[in-house]
């Protein structure tokens, strides 16, 4: 199992207090610093997903359950309408982002906000959150929304505008984070419910609507 890089900050002070604190005969508090370490590398763990890119499919972001499902508008995607799913991450998932689709890095843009929790209906639009939109071959929109929430401190992206992206591809991480945001075009068939447990890169959200001849 591979760990984000982003763990290293978090877990070195922590574990170098449990070093010291058995150094000068705690083990209670030593142990229990250990254990806080290795939640924290629990946290930031990279899952490693064996993904064969299929073009019809969008295979979902993030680690969590289907909060909510809906249609939206996204001036930042232009005026098209867009199938929203929302995917709810607690403490215990997952919490690096994968590529639902394989494409071109169209738009990257860090929107600073609050940080409501993730359950909150208005933490879509006011809270801090970065989006990628990602151009499919066919010249469709792919969005994907990194939204912090309550516990959430930072939001990161590994994708710069331009860089082609594979299906799959490890693309951020949200550190103690809570919620992203698949944005589809209508040509898509959703594949998944409210309630329903998703992995990232591995769960079949949506498949291209077969065009009539």
Known sequence: MQFAKEVWP????????ATLLAG????????????????????????????????????????GKVLKIDRC?????????????????????VHVQRSPVGGQVAVSRYLPGRKLAAFNPQAGEVNEQQL??????????????????????????????GQEVTQGALMGIIKFGSRVDLLLPLSYHLQVEVGQKLHEGSSI?????????
Not at 10 to 17: I, K, N, T
Not at 35 to 40: H, I, K, M, P, Q
Not at 73 to 93: A, K, T
Not at 205 to 213: D, F, G, T
């Open 73 to 93: 508008e996204d001036p930042n995607m232009g005026p098209d309408e867009y199938h929203r799913v929302v995917i709810f991450l607690s403490v215990f998932n």
């Open 24 to 63: 000068f005969g705690d083990p209670k508090w030593a142990a229990a610093a250990g254990l806080v370490a290795v939640g924290l590398l629990l946290f930031f763990r990279i899952p490693i997903r064996h993904v064969q890119p299929v073009d019809d499919l969008a295979l979902s972001p993030a680690n």
């Open 132 to 161: 990628t939109v990602l151009r499919r071959p066919n010249g469709e929109l792919v969005g994907v929304k990194q939204i912090a929430g309550l516990l959430a401190r930072r939001v990161v992206t590994y994708l710069e505008p």
């Open 10 to 17: 978090f877990v070195v002070p922590v574990a170098g207090l």
């Open 205 to 213: 959200v949506a498949r291209l609507r077969e065009e009539l001849p």
